[in-house]
């Protein structure tokens, strides 16, 4: 079955330490996003790539980091410089076809990060 | 700088009554936009979208209304039930570019 999957679900962290979020799509989408989102805060855009080996900030990429050398993963770090990093975060792709973009995004299951 | 904001934090709607959820933008560079429900802990589900040349995209209950002068878009849900009790995300984009989300609306359905 295609789909989007992060991993791992549940993850804590110490303060001071670096971590790295899976994301991986076998639904062979060009476009991949990470989100976070906060209480009353919605989906917030930290990072966004559009092709391999390219990638753009997004509203609240400081803190955070992401590599793109294949198309199918999209590993977001979460670095000691994020000030506040417990939070729930997301990954989306979406396809790019002969057509053109598509518009709808297709999410992973979330990746809850707790700094202990 | 906030580009898509819902508004209304919260609705309640009787059973069998129509739900309406809005959102405005502020960029009129926006080429779609989207409708996501989302459960806690879980990644957001796709509902429906809408193209910028459109004014109207309809699926079942759920339709979507645009207006492009007022820079706004609201989902209806006709008839409301109690499983569509979930936070409704609105969301914008550029292809193949920025994808943009608002902060949410919770609906809670009364039965």
């Known amino acids: 079955d295609g789909g989007i999957t992060q991993s791992p679900k549940y993850l804590f962290r110490k303060e001071g330490q670096n971590v790295t979020l899976s994301c991986e799509q076998n639904?062979?989408?060009?476009?991949m996003y990470w989100y976070r989102q906060d209480p009353g805060q919605g989906l917030r855009l930290i990072y966004y790539s559009q092709i391999v080996n390219d990638f753009q900030k997004g509203d609240i990429a400081e803190g955070y980091s992401v590599s793109r050398e294949k198309k199918e993963s999209f590993p977001l770090t979460v670095t000691s410089a994020q000030k506040n990093p417990t939070a729930f975060y997301l990954c989306a792709s979406i396809h790019r076809g002969d057509t053109g973009w598509g518009t709808e995004a297709f999410f992973g299951q979330g990746t809850r990060l707790t700094v202990v | 700088d906030q580009q898509v904001k819902q508004n209304s934090p919260s609705l309640s709607v009787q059973e069998g009554r129509i739900s309406i959820l809005n959102c405005d933008y502020t960029?009129?560079?926006?080429?779609?936009f989207l409708w996501y429900k989302k459960y806690p802990a879980e990644g957001p589900t796709f509902l429906i979208s809408i193209s910028s040349i459109k004014d109207k995209n309809e699926d079942g209950r759920f339709t979507v209304f645009l207006n492009k002068s007022a820079k706004h878009l609201s989902l209806h849900i006709v008839p409301s039930q109690p499983g569509d009790s979930a936070v409704y995300f609105c969301a914008a984009g550029v292809y193949g570019n920025k994808l943009v989300f608002g902060a949410g609306t919770i609906l809670r359905v009364k039965s």
């Open positions: 960029n009129s560079m926006f080429d779609y």
């Open positions: 639904l062979n989408h060009d476009a």
